[in-house]
């Protein structure tokens, strides 16, 4: 116990340890076969046996979307007993795997795929271990479906090779033709009717029912809390809201964290990305549990500005819509509507985008690059009576109409919007001279996307707001799915996988997120399945060596200036004039010639008093004198110096 007692992790008995790991925490025996990860511990009590424990599994994984899916299903054929757990009921469980367009990315070129992922990064943090194994698994993702999860390869479709069925799905083969590589992309989809049925999400689920004497499957049944290992960091189990009550359960060998980004949780939209209006496309319980858990064991956490918006017009922006429900498509996914007369305006009435710009997963071009632009507090989309026949040809507004603003002129609209008086009309007649002139100098906008609006009403405006597919933030993971702390290392036992803490940092592309569901949630549930050594024992009744208590000492507590060591005709002078306290100087003297001024001590500002101390003494040295001038910007430094000096040569009698 030697070992752990000079580590000294611990300064108390068991009972501390219970109350440290929380609600159902009891110093007590555990249930049989607990106690470490592959075993007993070699020599006494560990952690994990003050923790009265309800259930035993050797791997549970958190979150029942796409990720989860594979984890669970890899762990289970490592011959793991897994849990597979989720917050949503039964029927809302599979994340956004079951919303989003069963797109996975594949490709028969690693090379090819790390450059482009890695123009994606643009410079953002994307280690070299990540993009590895990221590409490398995009050529085996196929593989891997048909392989693992009995998708027939006959119900491929393979897009690059035909489009006919969703022309818009070209735009993301690649989504950044200017990038290096992209043009080994391919997206695949494990059926070939027109995609958007969910077809993935139905082959994960078969699958998972298909092993349920391997896997267990809790819905409704959300993660409250981990429970880790104070010696070894390891995390050993969780707490879950089964039905509604508190329940202790041991994970022997690994945790995996798959529950999703944050984008139902306003508080952390707010936070992290910067939006106090917006809507969700996907799945409304993605409310940022995962980053509750893994704060508790010290993970590390990145991208967590990167999200995806809608496709594809006004920034993947979508329409007003009640919180309970999902903003399932774009405003404007037909290209018949991105011509004519409007405008996208902000609180002051003016334009901040380019309204034609076709949208990638909510990037939008500014200044050379593709962005998650920055919105305003409020979005308008403001049009003309020409532009709403349109409109209503193409059926644009159906359901929406209750939010829609009329007015008979642009006045009266301005009024109606909250926009101050004269500030919409302004950017209208702006809009319709860059319309005439066919030039937008200010967002370049195509000459023919742009049509002057009507000089008589009505006039149409109705509020927009940025739609979230999903967010990428989360745990830091290594190419092993492993979650790091923000020491750097690997977090014992945890491992994460999917939109939490998403690969990607910048730009996406399409089917993406996908294809990091299939490859890390492999790599993490069988690197949780796999077998951990024990856990340490308990360093209990550690012997202290307590050295500091009150009146120890003070870091403030200053030098005594008769303790500065001194030799003939030199004297020590103090000074309190400085920004920082005491600042004492030896001054060496000739008979009455000042020969040198040392600065001994001070406490002055780096940078701001330093020009001071440099100085001060050297000019007292040349002048002979005390009385010089004080350094601009440093005055209260320079007469720190001068006083002290003044003091020295007093006490020289000077």
Known sequence: MGEYSRRNFLKGSVVGLAAMAGAGALAGCAPKGAGSGGGAAKDGMTYADTIEWNGEYDVVVVGFGGAGAVAARYAAEEGARVLLIDKAPLGNEGGNTRYCGQLIVYSEDKEAMKKYYAGLAAGHDLPEDVLETYCQGLTETKQMLINDFDVPEENFQHWKDDCSLQPLIAHFLPEYPEIEGGEALDLISVNREEQGFSHLWKAYRKKIDSMSDKIDVWCNAPATHLFQDPVSKAVIGLTVEKDGEPVNVRALNGVVLSCGGFENNKTMVESYLGLSKFTVSGTLFNTGDGIKLASEVGADFWHMEAYEGNCFHFGGASFPIKETEHSLRSVMNNPYLVSGSYVVVGDDGQRYMTEDAVARHGHMPVNGEWVMIKRPHTTWWVWDSAHNELIEKMNGLAGYDETLVTANTIAELEAALGIREGALQSTIDGFNRSAKDGF???????????????????????????????????????????????????????????????????????????????IFGRLAGKGAAAQKDPLPPLPVNVESEIEYTQGSGSSTVETDPASVKTEANQYVGASDSGMGGQALVKVTLDGSTITNVEVVEHHETAGIGTPAIETIPSAIVEANSADVDVVAGATMSSRAIIDATKDALAKAGL
Do not use: K
């Not at 100098?441 to 999903?470: H, K, W």
């Not at 745990?475 to 977090?491: F, K, M």
């Open 440 to 518: 937008d100098p200010d967002f370049r906008r195509a000459p023919e996307s742009m049509r002057p609006f009507s000089e008589t009403g009505p006039y149409y405006a109705i509020e927009l707001r940025q739609a979230i597919l999903n967010t990428q933030g989360g745990a830091r993971r290594n190419g092993n799915a492993e979650v790091i702390g923000i020491d750097g290392e690997p977090i014992p036992h945890l491992y994460s996988a999917g939109e939490f803490g998403g690969i990607t940092p910048y730009q996406y592309n399409g089917g993406g997120n996908m294809a990091e569901c299939l």
